[in-house]
């Protein structure tokens, strides 16, 4: 299909000269940054890097001449109003994602010839999880897959890798702001909930970022039935002729889709060609609930979350011409991730879990879901990003022993539990130590327990208050948790 972005095309994401002559500012230098700054070398005219780590070429954005750049590609993150992308608007200058670049970038593959297709998963939650299940499946079908873009390898380098013969791609809102030519073989978006508001500035703007994965989708946009939101961004994409919206449920799945009878995940929507007469009278059946038993949650049951987030993948995979085989196949070696309901540790018949990777409520809800009435010491709290939590505590409060509340920015957490779960014991952890912050919550996790409960990291926000990451955030809740266990063996001895 013809490039929008190419040189004399239309709009301000156009480039006004060919990529291989443009000189490209680079805005952010962290991995991503640093990955699109080795694939551009040789690539592109110049590079230039701003950012205030020490070894960017420019600090100070105000200092740029921007009659001596073509392009900036911006690393996730970067707010639109930031002073350098509104100069880089005012003077006219296209400002890129990742994502964009890299789908200008792409190499011709070595088995196929042809560029790998993309098939790209976004949503508040279960993105990880559904890309490398895709992943999985696809591997499992033969194909040189690999998850990239927010998981995984840089996108940028795994475009211009030629042993590559698709891309299982998870995409964040950031990385779709900026992202205009993307032409996905099938995307899927799992669900929009209030996430990222603080950057986004409302819903509405939030669920259009998401919704910009099905843009030129060519074969299936797929989607969860029900969901009027998603249902709604499908209905308004502008794709390729001849790609259709492919719905995946917990339940018997209806023409067009795929679904879950019994305990069998099936297939409505790719089994026959849509000429075959017996077409809308058949399914075809792909996995079962057995399939998926590794990921059983602490009640020995498949979590509904992981159910779809497989039937999704499946979605995915079938669009992309995987095999019925391949996806049970693929179900069945695929391994949760750390940091996803990990446990981490078990002492005074107490379990601790991490799922620190729950950063918002929606995520946080679906955790808390799967454990017994009353049964939970639930360590929560971080960076809000202008989410609120009158829902989420409301929907657990059943689950609740007690409540440990970490991060700088935990009071909307402490009002709505105030305010919906007055009977919860809630203990504040002190935000000053930021690195004693998981020792003493844990500490105090510990206290609240009973013998039968779990102590479960959920935080139900994002890290950046007081750790790296998500990831740091749970290593560092690992850490406690050893010393707790350790502790509990020298008294056992």
């Known amino acids: 299909m013809p490039d929008p972005l190419e040189p004399g095309s239309c709009g301000p994401e156009a480039l006004r000269t060919p990529l291989a002559t443009a000189r490209v500012l680079i805005a952010g230098l962290g991995v991503t940054g640093r990955?699109?700054?080795?694939?551009?070398?040789?690539?592109?005219?110049?590079?230039?890097?701003?950012?205030?780590?020490?070894?960017?070429?420019?600090?100070?954005?105000?200092?740029?001449?921007?009659?001596?750049?073509?392009?900036?590609?911006?690393s996730p993150g970067w707010h639109p109003d930031a002073p350098l992308l509104v100069a880089a608007q005012e003077h006219?200058?296209?400002?890129?994602?990742?994502?964009?670049?890299?789908?200008?970038?792409?190499?011709p593959s070595d088995?196929?010839?042809?560029?790998?297709?993309?098939?790209?998963?976004?949503?508040?939650?279960?993105?990880?999880?559904?890309?490398?299940?895709?992943?999985?499946?696809?591997?499992?079908?033969?194909?040189?897959?690999?998850?990239?873009?927010?998981?995984?390898?840089?996108?940028?380098?795994?475009?211009?890798?030629?042993?590559?013969?698709?891309?299982?791609?998870?995409?964040?809102?950031?990385?779709?702001?900026?992202?205009?030519?993307?032409?996905?073989?099938?995307?899927?978006v799992l669900n929009v909930a209030p996430d990222h508001l603080d950057w986004h500035g409302s819903m509405g703007a939030y669920a259009a970022a998401k919704g910009r994965v099905y843009a030129r989708v060519q074969i299936a946009c797929v989607y969860p039935v029900g969901d009027e939101l998603v249902t709604g961004l499908v209905t308004e994409a502008d794709v390729v002729e001849g790609a259709r919206a492919v719905g995946f449920t917990a339940g018997a799945p209806g023409r067009g889709e795929l679904g879950l009878v019994e305990d069998v995940l099936v297939d409505r929507a790719f089994h026959l060609p849509e000429d075959h007469p017996q077409r809308h009278t058949s399914a075809a059946e792909?996995?079962?609930?057995?399939?998926?038993?590794?990921?059983?949650?602490?009640?020995?049951?498949?979590?509904?979350?992981?159910?779809?987030?497989?039937?999704?993948?499946?979605?995915?995979?079938?669009?992309?011409?995987?095999?019925?085989?391949?996806?049970?196949?693929?179900?069945?070696?695929?391994?949760?991730?750390r940091h996803r309901i990990e446990q981490v540790g078990v002492a005074g018949g107490v379990r601790y879990v991490d799922d620190s990777k729950a950063t918002n409520a929606h995520a946080?809800?679906?955790?808390?879901?799967?454990?017994?009435?009353?049964?939970?010491?639930?360590?929560?709290?971080?960076?809000?990003?202008?989410?609120?939590f009158e829902d989420l505590v409301a929907a657990v409060r059943d689950r609740l022993r007690a409540v440990v509340l970490i991060g700088v920015d935990h009071h909307e957490?402490?009002?709505?539990?105030?305010?919906?779960?007055?009977?919860?014991?809630?203990?504040?952890?002190?935000?000053?130590?930021?690195?004693?912050?998981m020792t003493r919550a844990v500490d105090s996790a510990?206290?609240?327990?009973?013998?039968?409960?779990?102590?479960?990291?959920a935080p139900a926000s994002a890290s950046m208050d007081q750790f790296r990451s998500y990831a740091d955030r749970g290593d560092a809740f690992a850490r406690a948790v050893r010393d707790v266990v350790d502790a509990a063996s020298a008294d056992a001895r």
């Open 286 to 337: 792909l996995a079962t609930l057995a399939d998926l038993a590794h990921l059983a949650g602490p009640d020995g049951q498949v979590p509904r979350h992981t159910v779809l987030d497989a039937l999704a993948a499946a979605a995915l995979a079938r669009a992309a011409g995987a095999s019925a085989r391949a996806v049970r196949d693929g179900l069945r070696a695929f391994t949760t991730g």
């Open 111 to 188: 088995t196929t010839g042809r560029p790998a297709p993309w098939v790209a998963v976004t949503g508040t939650n279960g993105k990880t999880t559904t890309v490398e299940m895709l992943d999985s499946i696809l591997t499992a079908d033969g194909r040189s897959s690999r998850a990239v873009g927010n998981v995984g390898r840089p996108l940028v380098e795994a475009a211009v890798d030629p042993s590559l013969d698709v891309l299982a791609l998870e995409l964040s809102s950031y990385q779709l702001h900026h992202t205009y030519s993307m032409s996905a073989l099938a995307a899927a």
């Open 446 to 457: 510990r206290g609240l327990a009973h013998a039968g409960d779990t102590v479960l990291l």
């Open 413 to 437: 957490l402490s009002e709505a539990l105030a305010r919906h779960a007055p009977q919860i014991p809630v203990v504040e952890v002190d935000p000053g130590e930021t690195e004693t912050v």
């Open 92 to 107: 006219g200058v296209p400002v890129w994602s990742e994502v964009e670049l890299a789908w200008h970038l792409r190499v």
């Open 364 to 388: 946080a809800q679906a955790s808390l879901q799967a454990f017994a009435a009353g049964s939970v010491v639930w360590v929560a709290g971080g960076l809000a990003k202008g989410a609120r």
């Open 35 to 74: 990955a699109v700054g080795a694939v551009l070398q040789g690539r592109v005219a110049s590079v230039l890097t701003v950012d205030a780590h020490a070894d960017a070429d420019v600090h100070d954005g105000a200092a740029l001449d921007w009659r001596a750049i073509d392009l900036v590609v911006v």
